[in-house]
């Protein structure tokens, strides 16, 4: 486990077998069960598997966050601003560039890590009310979608405790509200996408 106040970086093996303050693991024949506390933690990680065996975050909303009204939204922002986020990204070997004529091979998966960021940090909570606030005011319509996208913090962070610079993948979570409008074209049409990124400084 490797970090600063605002991001904490764990491969996802030593978090299942020394999981921080909060979570317990629950070790089964099938895999392993994941328990947080949801008044502190705000997880946003997906089933998967890890050599075989599945691992199941309880209690994670998934890495899309769905919203229908503005209750849910206010709830979701409210998360967000006072919890800690967990997220799992994949830190890849990078490969250098094509030569001429040739495609670039495809970064390979080295390692996962759960990645936490503190919302109620004061800096990360001013660049998350930003972008939510940045992300309303821009679109149209009423439906909309926005990426937070945390490689630039992780690039930080990779800087200073890993060998090499990967290429990280599933670095983001996103927030999706859905109206129940009935003719929302700015959405159908791809209009109301937006993403903002995270950094540490």
Partial sequence: MVGNNRITVTALEQFLNKPPSGFSVKTLDSGY????DPEKSLVLIDDLELKGRKV???NSMGRTLKMHDLWEYTSTRKSLLSKTVYLLASACEGRPAAAAGKAASK???SQRFVVSVDGDDPFVKWQLERGLDWTIASVRGESY???VDLSEALQSWAAKHLPVKPVWRD?????????????DFPHWLGFSKRKFSLRLT
């Fill in 145 to 147: 979608r926005v990426d």
């Fill in 171 to 183: 670095a983001s979570f996103t927030l999706k509200y859905c109206s129940d409008a009935l003719f």
């Fill in 56 to 58: 199941v975050f309880q």
């Fill in 33 to 36: 069960e994941v328990h947080g």
């Fill in 107 to 109: 970064p390979r998966e």
